[in-house]
């Protein structure tokens, strides 16, 4: 993570990911996403695509609040 100023609002800090911050959430997300493949893969891709329609309708009944 890198801080620096932002260049409209002296009053607030610009955060961002350096380049070693990005080959690591480039390295994270490959080994959760193949975790996940490894998790759902005893499901049949009609059971996922049930799964995936029962999660979304969670989803838009119980929007999250920010």
Known sequence: MARGPDPDDRRAVQVRLT???RDLHGRV??????????????????????LSR???QLLEAHP???
């Open 19 to 21: 380049e070693t911050g």
């Open 29 to 50: 997300w490959q080994q959760r996403s193949a975790q996940a493949e490894d998790f759902f893969a005893v499901l049949s891709a009609d059971d996922r695509s049930e």
């Open 54 to 56: 029962i999660l979304d």
């Open 64 to 66: 999250r609040s920010e």
